[in-house]
């Protein structure tokens, strides 16, 4: 029972350490994150509220430099530059897996897309059609009804045919491009 107790005591100071080693800092938006990793170099030092191993130090160099530390980086030893590139050559089984997710997700984007433009097309292919068959009936030169705002069928004089005409026109003009 005694070893039990110990062991529990073990566990909850392991996740006291876990949860100790956090960043904390303030983002532009002026709102706290925290986060496990260290915060972006965009991010000022004065913002940096908490980070792991105690009071504030200087943040770790990041793999993705800025053109300005580039030319920091290139006068910087080559032995102090070889571990970290070393480090960001390894790919994990982790690593492996997000990217295997990242492309099936983004595979899955493509797929909505291409059957999203599909539907589209299809659409215009329709009011294509309807267009090419009102401008048919309104080259026939017989009198055209509408319906006006109150539900009264009315006839089309000169004036309504031709702005109706150009209507139809405009929506051949963008549906049935070839």
């Known amino acids: 029972m005694k070893s039990h107790k110990l062991l529990l005591l073990a566990v909850a100071c392991t996740w006291a350490m876990g949860a100790a080693a956090q960043w904390q800092w303030i983002d532009k938006d002026g709102r706290k994150v925290f986060s ?5 170099q965009e991010i000022p030092e004065k913002n940096i509220l908490k980070q792991p191993g105690g009071p504030l130090a ?3 160099a990041t793999t993705a430099a800025a053109p300005a ?14 571990p970290r590139a070393a480090a960001s050559a390894a ?3 982790k690593d492996k897996e997000l990217e295997a997710k990242k492309a099936q997700a983004e595979a899955a ?3 909505k897309k291409k059957a999203e433009e599909d539907k589209i097309a299809k659409a215009k292919a329709e009011n294509c059609t309807r267009a090419r068959a009102a401008k048919a009936s309104f080259a026939t030169g017989r009198p055209m009804t509408q319906t006006n705002a ?3 069928r009315i006839f ?5 045919r ?3 005409v150009k209507r139809i026109d405009s929506i051949i003009a963008a549906d049935c491009a070839r």
């Open 36 to 40: 496990d990793r260290p915060p972006p």
């Open 58 to 60: 200087a943040r770790p």
């Open 69 to 82: 530390d580039a030319a920091k980086a290139a006068s910087a030893p080559a032995a102090a530059a070889a």
């Open 91 to 93: 790919v994990t089984g």
């Open 109 to 111: 984007e493509a797929a």
């Open 150 to 152: 109150q539900g009264e």
């Open 156 to 160: 089309l004089d000169e004036a309504g």
């Open 162 to 164: 031709a702005a109706e």
